[in-house]
């Protein structure tokens, strides 16, 4: 069955999840821009915090640099190192603050060798090859009823999947160790540390909502797959 050119489980399960991975962007870009324009009264800039939390963590050998953009913060494992956009590498706001710490602690995860950080690194290149032409190889497979091309395509998305739901209890982990290592600082009040919260928890919705976008495309995938078989 289709609409308008689109077939019935793109819209009632990839479009839905789309719409929900689109109110995730916005949510985490207005929290953030609410909470960018309060400052903390310590005066300590995103850079600062993160090199403090990493010291005090053993890790002075993790260097914190400036990348630009707007919410383009990662850490990067095979370099071992903090890199902070400008909104948040120069700014003291509780955003710039919730979002360094956050990046600091996955350091910490490589550090202790926090198991699913591992498994994430190991799945980036199959996630990169899955997310791209998994899907297509399966589509095409299907329209033209190549069914092990179509085997081939889902088995590579399936570990781009694998990829986005394995990133879940990454961020969530490096968000609660971020509070929590903001909170042992004593450098915060609790009136800081609220709307740092609410930054770390809009930033986790977004990861919420690409899992739910990939698990409803594999899904999708299965049942186009199943339906061809059956009408073969």
Do not use: C, W
Not at 97 to 110: D, R, Y
Not at 174 to 203: H, N, Q, W
């Amino acid at each position: 069955m289709y609409f308008f050119g689109i077939d019935y489980y793109y819209v009632i399960l990839v479009l839905p999840a789309f719409l929900f991975a689109l109110y995730a962007q916005f949510k985490v870009k207005s929290t953030f821009y609410k909470y960018s324009r309060i400052y903390t009264g310590r005066g300590i800039s995103g850079a600062d915090i993160a090199r403090f939390i990493l010291r005090n963590h053993g890790l002075e050998h993790v260097d914190v640099q400036y990348t630009p953009g707007s919410l383009t913060d990662h850490y990067d494992p095979r370099t071992r190192v903090v890199r902070l956009s400008e909104p948040v590498y120069h700014d003291s706001s509780v955003s710039a603050l919730g979002v360094a710490a956050h990046e600091t602690g996955h350091a910490i995860q490589h550090k202790v060798g926090y198991a699913p950080l591992t498994l994430r690194s190991k799945l980036v290149p199959i996630a990169g090859i899955g997310s791209s032409l998994g899907p297509y190889m399966a589509l095409f497979g299907i329209l033209f009823g190549m069914t092990y091309l179509t085997n081939i395509g889902i088995l590579f998305f399936t570990g781009a999947v694998a990829f986005y739901l394995i990133t879940l209890p990454v961020e969530f982990n490096a968000s609660r160790r971020a509070v929590a290592i903001l909170e042992s600082t004593g450098f915060f009040s609790r009136d800081e540390m609220t709307p740092i919260k609410k930054v770390l928890k809009a930033a986790a919705m977004t990861y919420v909502a690409s899992a739910a976008v990939a698990m409803a495309s594999l899904l999708r995938l299965l049942l186009l797959a199943n339906r061809s078989r059956q009408n073969s």
